[in-house]
């Protein structure tokens, strides 16, 4: 018998590697290897988010209304390796445009699939969500120390090659045994009850409220993740620490997943949400206020706040709330909206922001950070969530 939490914790942290790698340094990838400029590569990036908003909100629901979730997985590594293979051929902004958006297209449904398991085998097998996150962070981890090792000894150019081989090992490991209910072939529905999924769950104002704050909080990481890697680049960071700066982060949010079941367990998702929009407010106004290296290593101390507790809010309010078929589409509308959307949008405004002063990205972030705390003042008490 496959033990869930094991396959769940494996496949989290090989999943994330690849995460680790593309998130932070993919902006960077592009204008040191690619000769682009930073606005030209938040163009490239935003659209590429603009085109996973897409994919997670529509391809993803519908595969996983056709298809078991193991074989969601499958595919989809696979394509995202041969995709990956053609920026090897790719030199100059239209075709690395297109390439990113067909590869923005296919990589990030991994993400959903990844979480609905987990949230189904949270129901089935009673696992421990945070227990197997920490893998993931765990799997962050590693690929920003291994990029950040292998750029200061082979310049910018190994991210790609460091890219293909977490492609290939993922979709390894997905080829391997699996939980037998990720397996399962799902029940053919029509096309109306496919449509009744998403209307349930915009009617619930509950819902509604709470996916709002995670497009808001999770959108408020747009400069961070495209803009990170370029800003420490400015203020002198060597290769080789950087990937140690921006790892302080992920650190405290392993720390933050292996012990959240225990903390968080009888918080109420609202109160969990004013924690990471306080946190992150806090941080991206720091980051504005004071340019320098020490500030900056010290609002990563923030990052299980503004990330961690919102993410982990999200995910205990859908697996408590809704049901075995509404979890797919829950997970489908935050990985378009709160972790793709938003965070496309305001890309392209940190971009153009960055250019003004690189401060400012950061100052904007908080702009959508603030809202969210405003928002759970206002409606905490009425909806009780």
Same mark, same amino acid.
């Given at each position: ?137 765990? #799997?962050? *981890?590693?690929?920003?120390? =291994? $990029?950040?090792?292998?750029?200061? /000894? &082979? ?123 306080? #946190?992150? *407010?806090?941080?991206?106004? =720091? $980051?504005?206020?004071?340019?320098? /290296? &020490? ?91």
């Amino acid at each position: 018998m496959i033990n869930s939490q094991k396959w769940l914790s494996i496949n989290f942290f090989a999943f994330f590697f690849t995460w680790g790698v593309f998130l932070p340094y993919w902006t960077g990838w592009l204008t040191t290897e690619k000769g682009l400029s930073v606005f030209q590569a938040s163009i490239i990036m935003g659209s590429g988010m603009l085109a996973r908003a897409f994919s997670t909100f529509v391809l993803f629901p519908a595969a996983t209304k056709l298809f078991a979730i193991r074989k969601v997985l499958i595919w989809t590594a696979l394509l995202a390796f041969l995709i990956m293979a053609l920026y090897i051929i790719a030199d100059s902004f239209i075709p690395l445009l297109a390439i990113t958006i067909v590869f923005s297209i296919v990589y990030p449904v991994l993400l959903p699939a990844m979480e609905s398991s987990a949230s189904v085998l949270m129901k089935s097998d009673r696992i421990h969500y945070g227990k197997s996150r920490s893998f993931g962070s765990a #799997g962050f *981890t590693f690929g920003l120390l =291994l $990029i950040g090792a292998a750029t200061a /000894i &082979w310049s910018e150019k190994a991210i790609l090659w460091i890219m293909l081989v977490g492609l290939a090992l993922m979709w390894y490991l997905y080829t391997r045994p699996s939980p037998a209910i990720l397996m399962i072939q799902p029940e053919q529905t029509k096309k109306s009850q496919k449509k009744s999924d998403l209307k349930r769950l915009l009617s619930s104002k509950p819902f509604v409220i709470v996916l709002i704050l995670a497009i808001l909080l999770q959108g408020a990481h747009a400069s961070y993740y495209n803009f990170g890697y370029i800003y420490l680049q400015d203020l002198g960071v060597n290769s080789l620490y950087i990937g140690f700066i921006l790892n302080v982060a992920i650190m405290l949010e392993i720390l933050f997943f292996a012990r959240a079941d225990l903390l968080f367990s009888k918080t109420k998702v609202s109160t969990m949400f004013l924690i990471a929009g306080t #946190g992150s *407010t806090l941080r991206w106004i =720091l $980051i504005f206020l004071f340019p320098t /290296i &020490w500030i900056f290593v010290l609002t990563q101390l923030l990052h299980a706040v503004s990330f961690g507790v919102a993410h982990y809010a999200f995910i205990q309010f859908i697996s408590k709330r809704l049901s075995h078929n509404e979890i797919p589409a829950a997970q489908g509308m935050y990985a378009a909206f709160a972790m793709s959307l938003s965070t496309a949008v305001l890309t392209f405004a940190g971009g153009y922001l960055y250019e003004i002063s690189p401060g400012l990205a950061f100052l904007g972030m908080s702009l959508f950070s603030f809202p969210a705390i405003v928002l759970v003042l206002l409606t905490r008490k009425k909806f009780s969530y």
